[in-house]
């Protein structure tokens, strides 16, 4: 009964609101007795039904695109791992990368690609902080309507046009500048400056987002304390935009992880078990890229490997970018 | 301030409340020396950014133009018939000059590709310079050592390379861009690579462009933002949008490349290279492509289409539209701007991408132009990386110059993606956008940012 009201109420104002618009029509029915004519039920469309259901196959490949990933990457690792030679142990335990001889360390290459994401964030992350501080706190609209076109224009140029000015800028630089005999010429520091410099947009725009969001009350209250411009922006501002700072952190690590011109054509081409960043070592993505850049049979073990280094590097990037949505849930300051 | 402070300081009721004093004041000195210190490292760190993308940009133009030391193998000037330079022969000489120098059977082959007389006399004298001339790159110097030190260049190419022929050379010549790709650098161009480049981006935004539209539209318009599938797709498009480009290489190489390969090769089609049949083709960089930007898509056209306001909806839906008809009369025009610009935007993206590509096996050398979508081909940024890697210098010249090539075309569609969100903003009917413009930007901003390499 209570439902029914509602219904009854919204016939009978479609009924008023039809009334002076399709009069004749609505004349000939209330002779029949005032009842609404009119079947308000919602008409099946089949049209819109098949859109819908078009629109929606369209969200769902997103999904069949991770599962795509994951029964690639698992499949291929499977048959990688079900070698008699290959084993976790191994894998896991092992400093040496040679599949050829059966040597099967995963060291190596996740060493190398530390050593360049560290390097890179050692860029990166002050100078990328530094920019959105400025960008934030002390730029005028006009500074920042030059500044921020220019960040994209360093995020918009391609990674393998960053590898060129890599290995024939910034590694005859390191060279000349700690000498030819401690530099070689493929090395992990140029290829992990130079991602450095590649994320610098990605960390100082993130950040920057997260300083703006800070209210400006709280700025103002800081002001009116005393406090300093830098203690406004370091003491009050930046605490309070902390999570979303971090995650921009979390996703420049993700990203630098997972670079690959970059480190495939300035870091070297070799598995090199080292933590000198001035030697020649090669990374997870840059071994992926020599090994498949070659005559790659399917099946062989070569193909496989690289498959069981793609899960690995897959999983190290996906968790990075789940904990960093997570501190931006987690530890979000809501001022609203 | 502080001098206020003091000056009036018996008189105030807050005597003894507010610090004062000689300490206080070289406290409050100290702290503002630190701030200006501060403010001149957050400035530093920025012109740091600059001068990154300065000797970027200085680096590649630097590489790109410069003095070059040639040594011919038989001087042009000794081909001259009776004084008559070369490039001033009628054709018969040249043919008669090339007959004499190359073997009979590279003559009948020229002669099976295109007889000679069908070829014009530009043709034969190049074919010439080619086999005859061969002229070889020694060396070559960057723009900035040929400006600032041109003497020291002559000296050391008459010491190294004596007998040398030593001018400025641009790399990036109209004939660079119209030739295709060759082992000889002086003669290499990459009109091959920008075919490939095209055909690939083509593939890719026929695509990604509709089926991301229409995963927006369903995201924003029809999904239960409740339902637990809903939420599954709206996380699980932004996680891949974080996903190393790499990894969608190898998705593409097991998927397109290899189970589709019946497919991607073009066989059940009857069409494609039959010879060398093999799922590397186009349709599957395109389509590795497509899946790589097509989150980047979802998450700019769902912006858009958010930036919407429900009260067009609510109008459309008063005058008994159906669902669909609002979305296609009027959400989808207005948010169109903000889909297109995202479209170029990640469609700019998918140009530069490398490492998914050498992974599906884009093919390193290629001379022919590609005919189809199942063709084997090259694009411009694998054409780059070839090029960094081979020792020579004079290679790395002429990757610089495809780079300049490369970022032009970049820049061009960048560009034109601002000017489409300037225009459509600026738009009779984007009153109420500009209400929410500032909001739809900035979101299209950090969406772009959150993309892996």
């Given at each position: ?297 399917y099946d062989s073990f070569d193909y496989n490997s690289i498959f069981a ?28 | ?30 702290r503002q020396r630190r701030g200006r210190l501060w403010a001149v490292i ?412």
């Open positions: 009964m209570s439902q029914s009201a509602p219904v009854a109420q919204a016939a009978i104002s479609a009924e008023s609101m039809r009334g002076p618009v399709a009069g004749a029509e609505s004349a000939g029915e209330s002779a029949l007795g005032g009842e609404p004519q009119y079947d308000l039920r919602r008409k099946p469309r089949v049209a819109e039904s098949i859109i819908q259901g078009f629109l929606f196959l369209c969200g769902a490949i997103s999904i069949l695109t991770t599962l795509g990933i994951v029964y690639v990457l698992g499949r291929e690792s499977l048959l990688f791992f079900a070698n008699e030679e290959v084993n976790l142990l191994k894998f896991f335990g092992g400093t040496e990368w040679q599949p050829a001889i059966s040597r099967f360390g995963i060291w190596p290459l996740v060493t190398a690609t530390l050593m360049a994401s560290l390097i890179a964030m050692a860029v990166a992350l002050p100078v990328g902080l530094c920019i959105a501080i400025f960008l934030s706190e002390y730029a005028s609209q006009r500074t920042r309507s030059i500044l921020k076109p220019i960040l994209e224009i360093l995020a918009g140029i391609p990674t393998v046009v960053y590898g060129y000015f890599a290995l024939t800028f910034m590694t005859p630089l390191l060279r000349g500048t700690f000498g030819r005999d401690i530099v070689e010429i493929y090395n992990t520091a140029s290829a992990g400056i130079v991602i450095g410099i590649l994320v610098i947009p990605l960390v100082s725009s993130m950040s920057e987002d997260a300083l703006s969001a800070v209210p400006g009350s709280l700025r103002q209250a800081s002001y009116g304390l005393g406090a300093t411009r830098l203690e406004t922006a370091l003491r009050i501002v930046l605490p309070a935009a902390l999570s979303g700072v971090a995650a921009a952190f979390i996703v420049a690590i993700s990203r630098a992880i997972g670079e690959t011109m970059i480190v495939a054509i300035a870091a070297g081409a070799g598995p090199n078990f080292t933590f000198s960043p001035f030697r020649a070592a090669e990374t997870m993505t840059g071994h992926i890229v020599r090994i498949s850049g070659g005559d790659l049979s280094i793609g899960l690995l590097l897959f999983l190290i990037t996906l968790s990075l970018n789940v904990l960093s949505q997570w501190i931006v849930r987690r530890f979000r300051e809501e001022y609203e | 301030m502080m001098a206020v402070h003091q000056q009036h300081s018996a008189a105030r009721p807050t005597d003894g409340l507010m610090p004062s004093g000689p300490a206080y004041r070289e406290q409050v000195v100290a957050f400035q530093a760190a920025v012109l740091s950014g600059i001068i990154a993308l300065c000797a970027l940009l200085f680096n590649i133009l630097n590489q790109s133009f410069g003095y070059v030391a040639i040594v011919n193998n038989i001087d042009p000037a000794e081909l001259a018939i009776d004084g008559v330079p070369l490039n001033e022969l009628t054709k018969d000489q040249l043919v008669g000059i090339l007959e004499a120098n190359v073997s009979a059977g590279l003559m009948r082959r020229y002669e099976h590709d295109m007889p000679f007389s069908q070829r014009s006399s530009e043709n034969v004298h190049e074919l010439i310079l080619e086999r005859v001339v061969e002229p070889q790159v020694q060396a070559s110097w960057g723009l900035f050592e040929s400006v600032f030190a041109r003497g020291s260049i002559f000296v050391e190419a008459e010491e190294r390379f004596p007998g040398s022929d030593v001018y400025f050379r641009s790399w990036l010549t109209t004939s660079f861009i119209s030739k295709s790709q060759s082992s000889e650098p002086l003669r290499a161009g990459v009109r091959t690579a920008i075919f490939g480049s095209l055909w690939v981006v083509a593939i890719t935004i026929l695509f990604s462009f509709p089926i991301g539209v229409g995963a927006a539209i369903y995201l924003e318009e029809y999904a239960h933002k409740e339902r637990l599938l809903n939420r599954l797709i709206q996380t699980n498009i932004n996680n891949l949008a974080g996903v190393p480009s790499i990894i969608y290489g190898m998705l593409g190489l097991a998927i397109f490349v290899r189970i589709l390969e019946a497919f991607t090769s073009g066989a059940i089609f009857g069409v494609g290279d039959q010879s060398t049949a093999n799922g590397r083709t186009i349709i599957s960089a395109g389509l590795t492509l497509g899946l790589l930007i097509l989150p980047l898509i979802i998450i700019n056209g769902q912006e858009a289409i958010r930036a919407v306001p429900s009260s067009l909806r609510q109008s459309g839906f008063g005058l008994g539209a159906t669902h669909w008809q609002v979305i296609w009369h009027h959400v989808l025009p207005s948010a169109l701007p903000g889909i297109l610009t995202g479209t170029i935007l990640a469609t700019s993206r998918a140009i530069g991408e490398t490492a998914p590509l050498v992974v599906v096996g884009a093919s390193t050398f290629i001379a022919l132009d590609p005919s189809g979508p199942f063709s084997k081909f090259t694009v411009l940024p694998i054409q780059i990386y070839q090029w960094t890697s081979r020792p020579q210098d004079e290679f790395r010249n002429l990757a610089a110059a495809a780079i300049l090539v490369l970022l032009v075309l970049l820049l061009t569609m960048n560009a034109s993606a601002v000017l489409l969100r300037n225009h459509f903003d600026r738009g009779q009917a984007s009153a109420y956008r500009s209400i929410y413009k500032n909001d739809c930007c900035h979101k299209t901003s950090r969406s772009d940012r959150i993309r892996s390499n």
